[in-house]
C-alpha cells in the first residue's frame, strides 16, 4: 500500500474516531486532527496542505504525487543539531508518525508526542519485564529467520550474542577498520563468537568505501550519519544472508543512549537549579573520574540531547534527559525499516520492554561507580554465569572516518561547494571547507557540524536522483 487515507477538512464532520488500518487512527474536529500509530514497527507519512491532510505508508510515493518544496527550517535544525527526535521532514508539510507516536495537526502548527516504551496493543510477559536477558531474547525474530548479527563486540551486541546462542541460521559480522584488526573489541567478537559456536567473520571497512548510498531501491526518510557507510553495510549483509528472503539483521544500537554512555553533566545543572550545591559538586566530581581526562572533560557532553524534544529542567536530576535520549535511540532505529532494503532490523535495545528496564535505573545514579549501565552489566554477568560483560569497550572505527575524509576530501568538498546548504546560504562553504581540510589532515576532530552538513548533502543528492529533481524548490 502507498496512500492509505485522505481527509479534506470542507468535507464534513464525518466520524470522530477512524480506524484506517490496523494500529492507525484519527480523532477529527472540524479543523483538526489527532492521528494515533500504535503499531509495532509501521512507520507512516503525513502530508498536511490547507484542504487536509493524506496518510502514506511509502515516502518515495509521496514524494513522486505531491512534489513537495524543502522545508528550509528543518534544515536548519539538522544542521545545528545533527539527527534529531522531530516530525519534520526536509519536505514542507511532511510528518513522521512513528511507531508509539502521535500528531495532532491544528490549523496553525503541528505538535507530536513520543513514547515508544509505551506503546498501545502491545501485551508483554510481565515475568521477564526485569530480566534484560529474557527481554532481549524475546526481541529476537523466530528461529525460521535467517539472522545477521552486526557484532561490534562491544557490551550490547555481545548480549544479543548470548541471546542467540545455540540458533541455527546465525550470521555474526564484525565491521573493521583494516589498520586496528588488533583492538580489544574485535578480539572480544572473535572470543566470544568461538565460545557461543556463532559463526562469525571479519568484514573490511576501508575508506574507499564510505559516503555513498546503495544504487538500487534507498528510500531514507531523513539525513541521518548512518549514511556514510549505508552502501557497504547492504553489500556485506546480502552476501551473509544469501539468498533467504526472510533475513533479520540485529545489532545492539541503542544501547548507550538507554543506558545514557557517555553521561552528561546536565544533572549538575538540573541540582545547581534546586540550591542542592554539595550534590552537585560531588556529582561532577564523579564524572571527572568517570572520563578520567581532567576537570574539564565532563564539559565536552554538555550538549548531549541539545535539540531533541523541548528544552526545560527535570523533575528528578537527569530524568528528562535519559527520557530524551531513549526517545533519539528509538528515532534513529526507526529509519531502517522504511527504506526498501529487502531484509529487515530488529534492534533489541529498543524493545519497549528494555526500555522499560533502563528507565527502571536512573544512569546517573551509577557514574561513581565508573559505569552508568552497571545494573545491566551485573544482571547479564549473573544470568549467564560469566564475567563477560565486565569490560569496557573503547570502538575501533573512528579512524577508518577519518581516513575516508582525507581519501575523498575533493569529492566531499565538491559536495559542499555545489550543495543545496550552500545554495540556501545555511553556511558558508568557505569555512565548511576549512573544517573539511583540519579533519583531513588530522589537527582536529571531525567537526559535528561538518558531518551534520555531509549527512544533508548526501542525502539531497541521492532523493534528487530518486526523483529526477535538478534544482530543489524551497517553501515560502
Known amino acids: 500500500m502507498s496512500k492509505v487515507f485522505q481527509k479534506n477538512w470542507r468535507g464534513g464532520a464525518g466520524p470522530s474516531n477512524t480506524h484506517v488500518v490496523p494500529g492507525l487512527r484519527f480523532q477529527t474536529k472540524s479543523d483538526s486532527a489527532v492521528l494515533y500509530n500504535s503499531t509495532a514497527e509501521q512507520t507512516f507519512y503525513v502530508q498536511l496542505a490547507p484542504s487536509g491532510f493524506s496518510i502514506w505508508s511509502c515516502l518515495k510515493q509521496l514524494l513522486d504525487a505531491t512534489h513537495p518544496r524543502l522545508n528550509v527550517e528543518a534544515i536548519r535544525h539538522h544542521l545545528r543539531f545533527g539527527e534529531t527526535v522531530s516530525h519534520r521532514l526536509v519536505w514542507a508539510g511532511v510528518h513522521l508518525l512513528l511507531p508509539g507516536s502521535r500528531l495532532t495537526l491544528g490549523p496553525a502548527d503541528v505538535t507530536g508526542r513520543y513514547a515508544p516504551w509505551t506503546q498501545d496493543g502491545e501485551a508483554y510477559d510481565e515475568s521477564v519485564i526485569g530480566n534484560p536477558a529474557a527481554i532481549l531474547r524475546a526481541a529476537l525474530p523466530s528461529e525460521d529467520h535467517q539472522v545477521v548479527l552486526e557484532f561490534s563486540g562491544g557490551t550490547d551486541s555481545t548480549a544479543i550474542a548470548y541471546a542467540l546462542a545455540g540458533r541455527d541460521k546465525v550470521q555474526a559480522i564484525t565491521w573493521s577498520d583494516p589498520n586496528t584488526l588488533g583492538a580489544s573489541d574485535i578480539q572480544h567478537a572473535k572470543h566470544i563468537a568461538r565460545k557461543l559456536g556463532l559463526p562469525h567473520r571479519l568484514a573490511s571497512m576501508a575508506p574507499e568505501h ?237 567537526s559535528p557540524i561538518l558531518l551534520n552538513a555531509l549527512s544533508l548533502e548526501l542525502f539531497l543528492q541521492h532523493w534528487a536522483r530518486n526523483l529526477g529533481v535538478s534544482t530543489w524548490q524551497t517553501a515560502t
Open 210 to 446: 564510505l559516503f555513498r548510498l546503495p544504487t538500487g531501491t534507498y528510500w531514507p526518510d531523513r539525513p541521518s550519519l548512518s549514511l556514510f557507510s549505508q552502501d557497504i553495510n547492504d553489500r556485506l549483509i546480502r552476501e551473509a544472508a544469501g539468498e533467504d528472503a526472510h533475513t533479520v539483521v540485529l545489532n545492539g544500537h541503542g544501547g548507550d543512549h538507554i543506558f545514557l554512555d557517555p553521561p552528561s553533566p546536565t544533572p549538575v545543572v538540573d541540582l545547581l537549579v534546586r540550591g542542592r550545591v554539595a550534590e552537585a559538586l560531588r556529582y561532577y566530581r564523579s564524572l571527572v573520574t568517570f572520563h578520567g581526562q581532567g576537570f574539564l572533560t565532563p564539559l565536552r557532553y554538555r550538549k548531549l540531547g541539545r535539540g531533541i524534544g523541548r528544552p526545560g529542567f527535570t523533575l528528578a536530576p537527569g530524568k528528562r534527559l535519559h527520557r530524551r535520549m531513549i526517545q533519539q535511540a528509538c528515532f534513529e532505529n526507526s529509519i531502517w525499516n522504511n527504506c526498501g532494503l529487502p531484509y529487515k532490523f530488529i534492534h533489541p535495545f529498543t524493545h519497549p520492554a528494555m526500555l522499560r528496564y533502563a528507565l527502571s535505573h536512573p544512569p546517573h545514579a551509577y557514574v561513581g561507580e565508573r559505569q552508568t549501565r552497571l545494573p545491566f552489566r551485573q544482571a547479564m554477568n549473573t544470568h549467564h554465569g560469566t564475567d563477560d560483560f565486565s569490560r569496557v569497550s573503547k570502538g575501533h572505527l573512528t579512524g577508518v572516518f577519518q581516513r575516508a575524509i582525507r581519501f575523498q576530501q575533493d569529492a566531499l568538498a565538491g559536495l559542499l561547494e555545489q550543495g543545496t546548504g550552500q545554495a540556501l546560504g545555511l553556511f558558508t562553504a568557505g569555512e565548511m571547507l576549512m573544517s573539511l581540510k583540519r579533519a583531513a589532515s588530522g589537527s582536529e576532530e571531525v
